[in-house]
T-cell receptor, first 112, second 119 residues
Framework: DTEVTQTPKHLVMGMTNKKSLKCEQH?????MYWYKQKAKKPPELMFV???????INESVPSRFSPECPNSSLLNLHLHALQPEDSALYLC???????????FGPGTRLTVT | AQTVTQSQPEMSVQEAETVTLSCTYD???????LFWYKQPPSRQMILVIR??????QNATENRFSVNFQKAAKSFSLKISDSQLGDAAMYFC????????????????FGTGTLLAVQP
């Protein structure tokens, strides 16, 4: 099983809403990642969790709050987002932080 | 700092033909990994092929192969017998092999090449 799953596939939220994105993998990977991707651009790294601890925060605004409840799950809590935060949010995992990453299908987020 | 450059924003190939996508990178490190990722319209990033810098042999994965020129810092992807399903955005990516932890192991992506396959 080399699958990373993400829910929901699509999300529309207002600027005052609170929502969460969920990512799950059952490959025994110990590193998990959140990326933001705008149309026709490469993914931009947001956060890295390694062994369930936050390893990298790429200076992401506090309206994005990651959480890693266990080694298989990664959440991204969203609050008070701006329209410019509309993008595809990709989750990825790897065996460890220095191994190749496998990506999920993404959540397409629209902020109205 | 490491950089990855893809100089071809768009490419087109006829079905069953061969196409080569270019990628160059800049690094002062000796230990690193290079990847090609494919992102079809469904938007899921799929790992196509990887190359370890210490290996002289070019990586091959079915119809996909790379031409890794370490001295020239070039890492091109060749797709043979192109199929309609190969139509996608292709990203070249670099990752340091040095074990400093933190951001040094992040993937550095190029800007991508959009490949169209004509029937």
């Amino acid at each position: 099983d080399t699958e990373v799953t993400q829910t929901p596939k699509h999300l529309v939220m207002g600027m005052t809403n609170k929502k969460s994105l969920k990512c799950e993998q059952h490959m025994g990977h110990r590193a998990m990642y959140w990326y933001k991707q705008k149309a026709k651009k490469p993914p931009e790294l947001m956060f890295v969790y390694s062994y369930e601890k936050l390893s990298i925060n790429e200076s992401v605004p506090s309206r994005f709050s990651p959480e890693c409840p266990n080694s298989s799950l990664l959440n991204l809590h969203l609050h008070a987002l701006q329209p410019e935060d509309s993008a595809l949010y990709l989750c990825a995992s790897s065996q460890a932080q220095s191994y190749e990453q496998y990506f999920g299908p993404g959540t397409r987020l629209t902020v109205t | 700092a490491q950089t990855v450059t893809q100089s071809q924003p768009e490419m087109s190939v006829q079905e069953a033909e061969t196409v080569t996508l270019s990628c160059t990178y800049d690094t002062s490190e000796s230990d690193y990994y290079l990847f090609w990722y494919k992102q079809p319209p469904s938007r899921q990033m799929i790992l196509v092929i990887r190359q370890e810098a210490y290996k002289q042999q070019n990586a091959t994965e079915n119809r996909f192969s790379v031409n890794f020129q370490k001295a020239a810092k070039s890492f091109s992807l060749k797709i043979s017998d192109s199929q309609l399903g190969d139509a996608a955005m292709y990203f070249c990516a670099y990752r340091s092999g040095m074990n400093y932890g933190g951001a040094t192991n992040k993937l550095i992506f190029g800007t991508g090449t959009l490949l169209a396959v004509q029937p």
